[in-house]
């Protein structure tokens, strides 16, 4: 949303869930307790790769199958991140909407001296008054508004004309507006589309100046704000998919549609200010939407998706040893016989890893701890 709009960062308590298995982790676990029965096996310096030994009592199985690896953050139900409407002029609040409200094109957003602020959509904010000999990104949206609105004899494009002024001037004889024929600075609210009034912020009645905060926004839709630190801001694509955990455990896609970066600031002398990243989610689908419209507010989990491999060869974890040549091996399982054979490893994901290496194929029996 746009259009005098200062969004600002809904605060939420985050309680980070780590699903994925760090290579770290992995290692830790497999020069640990896999090397530990490694050696129980008899895998010191003298069993090179390809050494027969007993095998192991436990084993697994080499399977084939999709890996997906994510990372679950906490997030905030309700109604996507809220912007601020800014007052452009200075006046008497005549009228403000309640909370709640729903706001659309071409409706008042809030009136000043009994001169209402009209909400119009569009993506590029209003910045300067908008007359006969204007031109700009700002003057096709409020022409794409005005032929929405009913209007015509104007040519849709990014010249103010002496057309689109006529134009201007019907619909400020609607609106209760001087003829002027001239859109000032403050006339019109652009936002991405309806609007839900979220908080007022000043009654009516009450002094308002430029710069001034009248009131809060948001979309219509449900969605979820989710706050990540900046460390995992890599999880935040536009557009990507992911996957919400409703209160009642039913899991639902859901879009990313917005990032933006939010700075705190300190809350103390002598801290430095927070920089988070603020990611706001759509539930797009139909069926998404219906399951989470009984939600007022509630707290979802969010999963994003860091990594995914289709179709690969995987092992547990812990079916991982580390030869004592470097690198990492696993015990194949024949008969009454197995044998160290090295593999390489990939993505790692819900006690999964991915292998491959020479003669490795899928139904291979292989060593596991037990």
Do not use: C
């Not at 905030?76 to 200075?90: D, E, V």
């Not at 694509?237 to 896609?253: F, G, H, I, M, Y």
């Not at 990313?256 to 809350?267: E, G, L, N, Q, Y």
Request: proline share 4%.
């Amino acid at each position: 949303m746009s259009d005098d709009i200062d969004t600002s960062a809904r605060a939420s308590r985050r309680r980070r869930r780590k699903k994925q298995v760090w290579i770290a982790l992995a290692i830790v676990a497999v020069g640990g307790g896999a090397t530990a029965t490694a050696f129980g096996l008899g895998l010191g310096a003298d069993s090179a790769e390809g050494t027969t030994k007993p095998p192991a009592s436990h084993t697994a199985k080499v399977t084939r199958q999709n890996l997906k690896d994510s990372q679950s953050a906490d997030g905030q139900l309700g109604f996507g991140a809220t912007s601020s409407a800014i007052s452009r002029t200075a006046g008497t609040l005549t009228q403000v909407p309640n909370t709640g409200d729903l706001v659309d094109r071409g409706q008042s957003l809030y009136a000043v001296d009994a001169k209402p602020v009209t909400l119009m959509h569009g993506d590029q904010p209003a910045y300067r008054a908008m007359q006969n000999g204007t031109a700009g990104a700002d003057v096709r949206q409020l022409e794409e508004n005005l032929r929405e609105l009913g209007y015509s004899g104007f040519t849709v494009d990014d010249d103010y004309t002496y057309q689109t002024a006529t134009a201007v001037e019907k619909w400020q004889a609607d609106r209760g507006l001087d003829q002027t024929g001239v859109v000032d600075l403050g006339q019109v609210v652009f936002t991405s589309g309806q609007v839900r009034v979220e908080s007022l912020n000043n009654k009516t009645g009450e002094v308002t100046s430029p710069g001034q905060v009248v009131l809060t926004y948001t979309g219509t839709s449900k969605a979820i704000t989710v706050e990540l630190d900046i460390a995992d801001q890599r999880l935040a694509k536009k557009d990507a998919v992911v996957d919400v955990r409703l209160p009642d455990s039913t899991t639902v896609p859901g879009t990313i549609t917005k990032v933006d970066t939010r700075i705190r600031p300190a809350s103390s002398q002598g801290e430095d200010p927070t920089t988070t990243v603020e990611v706001t989610v759509a539930l797009t689908d139909e069926q998404a939407q219906k399951a989470a419209e009984s939600y007022v507010m509630a707290s979802v989990d969010v999963d994003f998706t860091v990594g995914t491999r289709e179709n690969v060869l995987t092992v547990p974890v812990s079916a991982l040893l580390a030869l004592p040549q470097g690198g990492y091996g696993i015990e194949v399982i024949k008969g009454t016989e197995s044998t160290y054979v090295p593999v390489d490893t990939g993505l790692f994901a819900d006690g999964q890893v991915e292998i491959s290496g020479e003669g490795i194929s899928e139904g291979m029996s292989v060593g596991v701890p037990a």
